[in-house]
T-cell receptor, first 115, second 113 residues
Framework: AQSVAQPEDQVNVAEGNPLTVKCTYSVSGNPYLFWYVQYPNRGLQFLLKYITGDNLVKGSYGFEAEFNKSQTSFHLKKPSALVSDSALYFCAVYPTSGGSYIPTFGRGTSLIVHP | DTAVSQTPKYLVTQMGNDKSIKCEQNLGHDTMYWYKQDSKKFLKIMFSYNNKELIINETVPNRFSPKSPDKAHLNLHINSLELGDSAVYFC????????????FGPGTRLTVL
């Protein structure tokens, strides 16, 4: 069975500092990996995804994520955090083998950027 | 123009009632989904339709019945509502079913009293 772990319920960072939101996964085969962001009282918005190729993926709003196959991780990063980045971030994995189209989302990490 | 829309935005009802949530997407996507987000923000897929055909049904009680009259619409009907059904329900769509990016609606907050 596939799973996604976001080990931190909350990440606090000062504005202007780099941020990292962690994600590890367990799935057979080569999955597609996604990051979504949810602002208060809103639906999820797509940030970036990894399918294949370069391990460093660049996405919306200056975010990027690094795929590490040996560590089965897909951590979200940003060089300089903004207060407006404060939101709930979800990592998601989609299997590409076994005929299953069922995505699994992590439990979410609340990012708080302090002025 | 709203890409994925849901109605109603808020739904407050009594236990035992039957209610429906509607979803429409104007993105021309083939695949639509229903998710449930609980009070701890945990997001769980419930159903998915691809070209009006049910492809995902994730051990959801049969009180929940999705219906897709066409590719652009996916409605969720809930019978005999229970307290535990209180949650935010999100509709989403994607171009196809094979791991494409999903586009989410604004959510419907269901409160069962």
């Amino acid at each position: 069975a596939q799973s996604v772990a976001q080990p931190e319920d909350q990440v606090n960072v000062a504005e202007g500092n780099p941020l990292t939101v962690k994600c590890t996964y367990s799935v057979s085969g080569n999955p597609y990996l996604f990051w979504y962001v949810q602002y208060p009282n809103r639906g999820l918005q797509f940030l970036l995804k990894y399918i294949t190729g370069d391990n460093l993926v660049k996405g919306s709003y200056g975010f990027e994520a690094e795929f590490n196959k040996s560590q089965t991780s897909f951590h979200l990063k940003k060089p300089s955090a903004l207060v407006s980045d404060s939101a709930l971030y979800f990592c998601a994995v989609y299997p590409t083998s076994g005929g299953s189209y069922i995505p699994t989302f992590g439990r979410g990490t609340s990012l708080i950027v302090h002025p | 123009d709203t890409a994925v829309s849901q109605t109603p935005k808020y739904l407050v009802t009594q236990m035992g009632n039957d209610k429906s949530i509607k979803c429409e997407q104007n993105l021309g996507h083939d695949t639509m989904y229903w998710y449930k987000q609980d009070s701890k923000k945990f997001l769980k897929i419930m159903f998915s339709y691809n070209n009006k055909e049910l492809i995902i049904n994730e051990t959801v009680p049969n009180r929940f019945s999705p219906k897709s009259p066409d590719k652009a619409h996916l409605n969720l009907h809930i019978n005999s509502l229970e307290l535990g059904d209180s949650a935010v329900y999100f509709c989403a769509s994607s171009p196809g079913a094979g791991g494409d990016t999903q586009y989410f609606g604004p959510g419907t907050r269901l409160t069962v009293l």
